[in-house]
């Protein structure tokens, strides 16, 4: 008999609203106490980008931004502010494409995404943009040992982003930070249940645990953090970088 498997999430619902500077982990083992939430070895806690972005100071007044030419004619046609035009530019090491009042480009991290993941969303002051971590996965490492400092258990952490799908509508979360757990699982060289030997099967599994968390984060419900119990995946370690495709194997630059 197959082994039955079971995921359990939990969103902590008292975590205050962020501030640059706040002690993120530190927040997160508070509500964690507060809510009688004390998770084993190999939990995952999933985190949204916006509160990084947010304790880590990656916020611009949109006051201090002076948009280009570019940026104008680009607002001026598809009504946009011509400030958070040009602040997706300078975010942007490549524009992918730019038209119809979409901008989708390729990060300085390397993901390809929209607006560089620049984002005006779930800031209380309308001035105000918030920018992608400069090192998610760094990020995700610095939490990741206080976690596991302060709780005396070994956990992963991963930190999501909303992304779109190229021929798919909708958004689903995605990991940009990753510590702890290996993102990816491999399936070549083994075989299926026939026999036959997978060649070509590679799975995203921190893609995979970000998108379940995704569900209980909402973006109108302010629950920023998840914690993913159950998952028993390989206990060797990477980063989301080794989840973007290189260029030389990539079809569609």
Same mark, same amino acid.
């Given at each position: ?14 975590l205050p609203e962020f501030q640059p500077g706040d002690d993120l982990a530190q927040e997160i083992l508070a509500a964690a106490s ?8 190999? @939990? ?5 980008? *916006?509160?990084?972005? *947010? ?15 570019? @940026? ?7 009504d946009k502010d011509p400030r958070l035009v040009e602040l997706v530019l300078q975010q942007s090491r490549r524009i992918v494409r !730019? ?28 001035? !105000? ?10 990020? @995700? ?14 956990? #992963? ?38 026999? *036959? ?14 998108? #379940? ?26 980063? @989301? ?7 030389? *194997?990539?079809?569609?630059?």
């Amino acid at each position: 008999m197959d082994t039955i498997l079971k995921l359990f999430l939990t969103a902590l619902e008292t975590l205050p609203e962020f501030q640059p500077g706040d002690d993120l982990a530190q927040e997160i083992l508070a509500a964690a106490s507060r809510e009688d939430l004390s998770w084993k070895d190999h @939990a995952v806690v999933v985190i949204a980008q *916006k509160v990084i972005s *947010k304790t880590e100071g990656q916020t611009v007044d949109l006051g201090t931004i002076e948009p280009s030419d570019r @940026a104008r004619r680009f607002a001026e046609e598809y009504d946009k502010d011509p400030r958070l035009v040009e602040l997706v530019l300078q975010q942007s090491r490549r524009i992918v494409r !730019m038209e119809r009042g979409v901008i989708i480009s390729e990060t300085h991290h390397g993901f390809v995404c929209a607006n560089a993941g620049v984002d005006r969303s779930n800031i209380p002051d309308d001035r !105000m943009a918030t920018l992608l971590p400069e090192n998610p996965d760094a990020s @995700a490492q610095k939490i990741r040992e206080k976690l596991t400092a302060a709780m005396g258990v070994d956990c #992963a952490v991963i930190i999501s982003d909303s992304f779109g799908r190229p021929w798919r509508l909708g958004q689903v979360d995605v990991a940009i930070g990753v510590a702890g757990i290996a993102p990816l699982e491999d399936y070549c060289g083994r075989v299926d249940r026939h026999g *036959k030997e997978l060649n070509a099967t590679c799975i995203a599994v921190a893609d995979e645990l970000t998108a #379940a968390a995704g569900l209980l984060m909402r973006k109108d419900a302010g629950r920023p953090v998840v914690v993913v119990e159950g998952f028993t995946g390989s206990e060797s370690s990477g980063r @989301a970088a080794d989840l973007m495709r290189v260029p030389g *194997k990539d079809l569609f630059r």
